[in-house]
């Protein structure tokens, strides 16, 4: 067993060396600008070509509706402020949910402040949103709606398909999905959905890129202005090297997502039993979470105090996401458990196919050691 024991998957995933390999040969091979007009540039261009053409193949998509970005951060913003620019003639409504990622909450604030309307629908206890509190929320002026497909705290899923069967009846809104935790963990069909955002690193993948997939059809004003790149929504040189990168990643994802699966969930449920023995233990997600997610709080301890504790014995978990404000309570453990203390106690455990029961084993013993009884 290594000497941490690493349980933050959700937060960043490490590299698949296949795709470290793929990434150096195809950076050693391309040196080339793809949009230089000699014989380099449209080597490189081919190949990006290629790539995309690959990526859009596993994803189902036509290449036209890549977009390469350098985040799932930079994904929802190109999406949502893409949307409510290049739309606010239709209105400046948006609706989105309490269990979203800071890069979607973050940029909702920011419109607000511009002068758009923000309507949160509710969750039930188990995370999922209220069909009914959504349809009384959805008005002729809507524009946007932001939805996570599996939200990085609790793991929980949304309704997708019902979401974009119930915007079928307006024409002016478009569906952003946040599927930055579920593409490349569990199978997600982003057919139909006008912007779906998703990041390799959180599959193996490297770290400094993002797609976004925008339907055909779909108009956004772009965040970044400069030169046409591989589409005229994101400006900069074509990353050959990245992109090869993300179609390594997802195709590897994508290829053992069962049996990944098959694994984690086998974790989880020895996880689950195990931390069910302790009386102050309370599991926030629920049992339909995705395995890879596990949300608990220890009662009459903060979850910042319980993580410090657990990183001291070597041992790596979150407490909200690594993006989020330090020393406030969970809003999405908030959102359905309704109680601040609970939620003030929350932390995350998230797991990877690469977590053994050694690892698990070990992490009970310590837990033992450190909850009150
Ligand atoms: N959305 C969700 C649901 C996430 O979990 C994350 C990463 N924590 C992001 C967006 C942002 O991804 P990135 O790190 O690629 O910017």
Partial sequence: MNDIVYLDYTANTPVDIQVLDYFYETSKKFSGNPNSHHQLGREASAFMDETTMKIAGLLNVSPAEIIYTSSATESNNTAIKGIAYEYKEYGKHIISTPLEHSSVKSVLSFLQKEGYEVDIVKVDSNGQISVEDFKKKLRDDTIIVSVTAVDSELGVTQPVAKIKEILSDYPNCHLHVDATQAIGKIGFDVNGIDLVSLSPHKFYGLNGCGLLIKKKGVRLEPLLHGGTSTTKYRSGTPAVNLAASTYMALKLALENLDERNLAVSKLNN????????????NINSPQSAIPHILNLSVEGIKGTVFQRMLD????????????????M????????????????????????HLTTMEELKFFIDIFGQLCPI
């Avoid at 001291?312 to 020393?327: L, M, N, P, Q, W």
């Avoid at 999405?332 to 797991?351: K, P, T, Y």
């Fill in 270 to 281: 020895y996880l689950r039993t195990e931390l069910l023995k302790f009386e102050k233990v």
């Fill in 312 to 327: 001291e014995k070597g041992i790596c978990v979150s407490v909200k996401s690594a993006c989020s404000t330090d020393g």
């Fill in 329 to 352: 309570p969970s809003e999405a453990v908030m959102a359905i458990s309704g109680d601040r203390r609970n939620a003030l106690s929350s932390f995350r455990i998230s797991l990877s």
